[in-house]
């Protein structure tokens, strides 16, 4: 699936790719620099917004030290690919053989997640939720303990870890997928022998996973405690489904989406056929992929709920969130279901049937998705297409300055940008419209705050020089003839940003903010030295640091579950 990137030498850029980008290569420079700071020094116009420390910290330090180690952006895209692609694919095999499916069908079903829709929208567009679907299918081991009421220390204290890990790259696709744990709950509370002690070790779950989670809690909590945060861009619901159900209801739909439908058929009809000789497990199993599934279709009122409740738009955005975290447990449903029926002799006819099906399907999802990336690379080699279309951005929403003297205007132009070892250029030369957690005023749906960010933030930076100092402090420098009473400084200040203008801090009360939540200041003739630095509460400090040492040994203690889990699992006969 990589292969067209490689051989083409095309990196792809997406409608996420700068916004994740800006993010990685903070956090690599702040490896760099051994300057570690809650806001964005080096990136997102420098305009002092604090994005890593709300999105994935922990995964985007890891990745900024890929970016340093390999050198360019186009390194790092084939790299960050083939990571995701195989911890999704392994995740999915492990799930498989906890199930006991035989080895053939568990990599089949690797090979047919990872070139789904789950994870395959990270190649296309750098959707970092893939690699919180990556791990998705770790909660069949959860499943599988709440089911047969094992609610032993070690199994909760494994459920804790594993929501840490989904949460730790993306919050969201964890608070959506936490659900899929209840029916099996509900179960296991019925046949737990000890219910209170049962419950006990659940607390214990759910400390560990709070303790691990730290680090994205406090943040928020020191955030949203003392400003107004600009939420996430809204998105009209029913333009963010995507119909498993009806193949190719898009031009561009994969056709591994149409694997996907033929597989949530089957399992509907075998969920009916076989109703009595299915497993209580595999029909809680597929019963709630089936609503998963559903729920990412215009089968759901999207429209309705959107007027019932507009801030869904904001934060949901994209019912598809539920179908791709339907997808996962929808092949393992259907494929248990298949086992259940068949029986578990691998011997039988029917059972070699089930494997060299999953295998075609796979070969399918996996080939014609190579088609797909190539088509995508052709469109990055094509020097007609503009650079807006290729970053699927409004015109108006993405600013290119010069390279070599010339003004990047098309997609072709960023290829040596990508491939360059100085990674800094593509920040400098784009500046795309993303003022997601900017500290605004207070939140009002007409206020067209993409164009504000243009206006006050990245139209006037050229006339400041930003210098990043030691200890997480950034400084602008300017020059102008005359004193102002009130000028406009590309720069926000959230409520515990320390603001020092010419050696002096400046209090609350002389800190005049914009709509976007930009500076306004009254400045004198001559040079003028603004730095800005933010000091979180010490509570966010301490327990942020906590998380940091709870995941170091709590990673020492799942790599050796999960080795154990894995020697269980090889040794199991296979179906």
Known sequence: MVSPLVFNRTAIMGVDTYFHYNRVYEAAMQLQHHNFSF?????????????????????????????????????????????????????????????????????????????????????????????????????????????????????????????????????????????????????????????????????????????????????????????????????????????????????????????????????????????????????????????????????????????????????????????????????????????????????RPANKLVNFAAVCFALISVLSLTVAVQQATDQFDNASVSLAKGFQAQPGFINSHRYHGKKVTKVTQMQPILHAKNTALLIKVIDRTTPDYVPIKKFNRKTHYYSLYNKLIIKPKAKYHYTVKAGGKLQLTWYQTKAASKRGIPVVAYTNSQITLNGQRLTAAQLHKTTLGTLRLKTPAGKNTLTVTYQPHKLTTILTWTSVIAWLAGLIWLADRWRRSWQRAEKAPAH
């Open 39 to 347: 806001l964005n020094l080096y990136s997102f116009q420098q305009a002092g917004r604090v994005v890593n420390q709300l999105y994935s910290p922990l995964l985007t330090y890891l990745f900024g030290g890929l970016l340093l180690v390999v050198g360019s952006w186009f390194r790092f895209q084939i790299l960050s690919i083939l990571i995701l692609n195989f911890t999704a694919g392994l995740t999915m095999y492990w799930a498989a053989r906890r199930l006991r499916f035989s080895r053939h069908t568990a990599v089949a079903l690797g090979m047919m997640y990872l070139s789904s829709l789950s994870i395959y929208s990270f190649i296309f567009g750098t959707n970092w939720r893939a690699f919180a679907l990556a791990w998705v299918p770790l909660l069949i081991e959860p499943m599988k303990n709440f089911y047969h009421g094992d609610w032993s220390f070690r199994a909760m204290v494994s459920l804790g870890l594993i929501i840490g890990v989904i949460a730790q790259a993306q919050m969201m696709t964890m608070l959506l997928a936490l659900p899929v744990l209840i029916p099996f709950f509900v179960v296991g509370l019925f046949k737990s022998r000890h219910l209170g002690r049962s419950l006990g070790y659940l607390g214990a779950a759910i400390l560990t996973a709070l303790v691990l989670c730290f680090n994205l809690i406090m943040p928020f909590l020191d955030l949203v405690k003392t400003n107004t945060l600009l939420p996430p861009a809204q998105q009209k619901l029913t333009s963010g489904v995507t119909d498993f159900i009806l193949p190719f209801s898009s031009s561009n739909a994969a056709i591994s989406n149409f694997v996907v439908f033929i597989v949530f058929y089957l399992g509907i009809a075998g969920l009916i056929y076989y109703w009595r000789t299915t497993s209580l497990f595999t029909k809680l199993l597929l019963i709630t992929a089936l609503v998963y599934i559903v729920l990412g279709t215009n089968l759901m009122p999207w429209q309705t709920i959107q007027k019932s409740w507009p801030a869904l738009s904001n934060f949901l955005q994209l019912p598809r969130r539920f179908g791709i975290i339907g997808v996962p447990l929808l092949l393992l449903g259907s494929v248990n279901l298949c086992q259940d029926v068949i029986g578990s002799d691998p011997q």
